[in-house]
C-alpha cells in the first residue's frame, strides 16, 4: 500500500506541477533568470550572459532524479557509498559526452546535447552494471540483479 501512495502522490504533484509549468513557462517573465554583465560598451550599456530559466529547471530535474535514484537503490539495499560511486562515474562520462556529440552532430564548439548525453548513458549503462557487480563483491553477493540499477537509473529524465 505504501508502494501505491508513493506513486499516486508523486503523481498528483507531477500533474499539478506541469500543468502550472505548461502554462505559465511561456511568458515573456519566465524566460531569464539572471544576466551577468560582462563588459561596457562606449555608449555606458552593458553587454553579458543571460541565465534561462530552463537551465535552472533542467538542472533541477536532474537533482530530483538522483535522488531517486539513490532513494530506490537504498530500497534494495545498494550501499549509499556504491550507489554515489556508481552515479559519479556515469555522470563522469555522460557530462563530457553531452559536449562531444553535440560537436560531433552539430558541429558547434561551444554547446551541450542531453540527446547525446542520453545515448551514451544508455550505450554505457548495462556494462557500467556488469562492472560494478563484478568489482563490488557486496554488491554481487546481495543478489541485486542489473534490471534492478537499471530500473532504478530510468528515472533520469533523458540525462543517464
Known amino acids: 500500500m ?9 503523481g498528483i504533484f507531477l500533474a499539478i506541477l506541469f500543468s502550472w509549468s505548461f502554462r505559465s513557462l511561456t511568458e515573456e517573465k519566465w524566460q531569464i533568470i539572471g544576466a551577468m ?4 560598451n562606449p555608449q555606458g550599456d552593458w553587454t553579458g550572459i543571460n541565465f534561462p530559466y530552463y537551465g535552472f529547471f533542467n538542472a533541477s530535474a536532474c537533482t530530483l532524479a538522483a535522488a531517486i535514484f539513490l532513494l530506490l537503490l537504498g530500497a534494495v539495499y545498494v550501499t549509499l557509498e556504491i550507489a554515489v560511486i556508481f552515479f559519479i ?8 559526452a ?3 556529440v553535440a560537436y560531433l552532430v ?4 561551444y554547446t551541450f546535447s542531453i540527446g547525446g548525453a542520453s545515448f551514451v548513458g544508455m550505450m554505457i549503462t548495462p556494462w557500467l552494471v556488469v562492472m ?12 541485486i540483479q ?3 540499477v537499471l530500473a532504478a537509473i530510468s528515472t533520469f529524465p533523458n540525462t543517464s
Open 2 to 10: 505504501d508502494i501505491e501512495i508513493f506513486v499516486i502522490g508523486f
Open 37 to 40: 554583465p560582462v563588459k561596457k
Open 89 to 96: 562515474t556515469l555522470m563522469a562520462v555522460c557530462i563530457p
Open 98 to 100: 553531452a559536449r562531444i
Open 106 to 109: 552539430e558541429k558547434k564548439r
Open 132 to 143: 560494478m557487480t563484478s568489482v563490488f563483491d557486496s554488491w554481487a553477493n546481495s543478489g
Open 146 to 148: 542489473a534490471m534492478t
